[in-house]
């Protein structure tokens, strides 16, 4: 109910749990590849247009339709137009699918953090992560044989997240924000001063910032500036929807659009650095180039760097800074996952936030638990995240864009709304990419990527594996937004526009 939705106390927890949200795995393992991959330092230049042609004009309309319509995404969008309500759901979904693997990894960090100190790998932390620890099967599918040493910790994290999920926007998402941000950057720092100094360092960053000015002409360089950016500001997943929809009335939303932007790409370059100086120091020394030894996601994190951290002096400090980063990175991101989730069935129950929070994050649990450690854990997280993020969320991105950004013809009033009480004032040139650049976009990337996944059995896993738990699953979230969007909402919700 309108009357006793909880806001951010201020507008600086506003826009550090933003941060919060955007400050991911992405930043850390993600980014310094991509930009690596497509052009070095050249890549600055398809990546600010990406930032700034769309990226920020999303976060924006985002920001818009949460603020305006004060609600979770069904809620949001069902008060902007009956019939979007089914979108909302969408992003929920997309949400729960993410939030179920994202803890998993988040407890292979925390873990990680202590086999730093003990180096419990030996010498080959390839075999340590895959067999030993993971204890991954030989082949994709489904075996609910439990791994002890990852449900223990996976646990852990789910009681974290549920304890600061119960507490609520203040008290809880607010809090975490406040404690674990400023940490994260304390040991970021420190981790990449003491990456800079290692030996090797200034050919990791020789090899990071020496621009390609070629790889301009072509354009899968700048569709991964574009995939890269959607992804890294948590924009069209309903999260920011549902952050804003908690902002005082009178906000200035621009503002702390760009001021979020800012911190975003200041992390992401910060953890450019720091990769690739330890990247130059772990190539330095096996003797080999960093083109060898460059890797993201779970390869980089798991497996090289324990090779680093085995090598380097003070090694155990860089794996409990890198690995301690990871954990506080993805739990302020799952929060806001989660917080979609749970908003959506608050709305939509009328339940209070304790009970909401419970009956939503108590099963979500439960099935994260069951999937993600077991032997086949891994085959799971890997294909889901192949179809959900990087797939599904372009599917459902374009069509929000589409229907709010163009089709609703919305733009003017939602430019008006975010211009009432913002400091950088926004016009036609905004309709403009919201409108068009933004569709062009993502639909050129969402092609690119069916066709990738279409001709290339992905991963080479077993067709029914990528059947049932890829397209099967991305098919079942839109079947499940459909008939969540059936369901009756509660009296106590009230579906007009509030404005
Ligand atoms: N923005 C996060 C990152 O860069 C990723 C993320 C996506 C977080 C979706 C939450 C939801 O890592
Ligand atoms: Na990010």
Known sequence: AEGKRETFSSRKLFILSAIGSAVGLGNIWRFPYVAYENGGGAF???????ILCAGIPLLFLDYAIGHRYRGSAPLAYRRANRKAEVLGWWQVLICFVIAIYYAAIIAWAAMYCWFSITKAWGDDAATFFMEDFLQVAPEAGVSLDIVGGVFGPMLGVWLVAIIIMVAGVNKGISRANGIFMPLLIVMFVILVVQSVF????????????????EALQNPGVWAAAFGHIFFSLSVAFGIMVTYSSYMKRKSDLTGSGYVVAFANSSFELLAGIGVFA??????????????????????????????????????????????????????????????????????????????????????????????????????LLDTMDAFVNQFGILACALVIVIVFGAGLGMLPRLAKHLNRHSSIKLGTGWMVLVGGVGPAALGYMLINEVQTKISESYSGYPVWFNGVFGWGMAGALIVGAVLMSLVPWSKKSKLNDPE
Do not use: H
């Not at 993201?296 to 760097?305: C, E, P």
């Not at 739990?331 to 749970?342: D, G, N, Q, R």
């Not at 908003?343 to 419970?358: H, P, V």
């Open 278 to 379: 330890a990247l130059g120091f772990m190539a330095y020394n096996a003797n080999s180039a960093v083109g060898d030894v460059a890797t993201s996601g779970i390869g980089l994190a798991f497996i090289a760097f324990p090779t680093i951290v085995s090598a380097a002096p003070f090694g155990s400090v860089i794996g409990v800074l890198f690995f301690g980063s990871l954990v506080f990175a993805g739990l302020t991101s799952l929060i806001s996952i989660l917080e979609v989730i749970v908003a959506a069935f608050q709305d939509k129950l009328g339940w209070n936030r304790k009970s909401a929070t419970l009956v939503v994050t108590v099963p979500v649990a439960f099935i994260s638990m069951v999937l993600f450690p077991t032997t086949t854990g891994l085959y």
């Open 198 to 213: 290692l030996p090797g360092a200034i050919d990791g960053l020789n090899a990071f910032f020496t621009p390609n000015f």
């Open 44 to 50: 600055l230049i398809p990546y600010l247009v990406a």
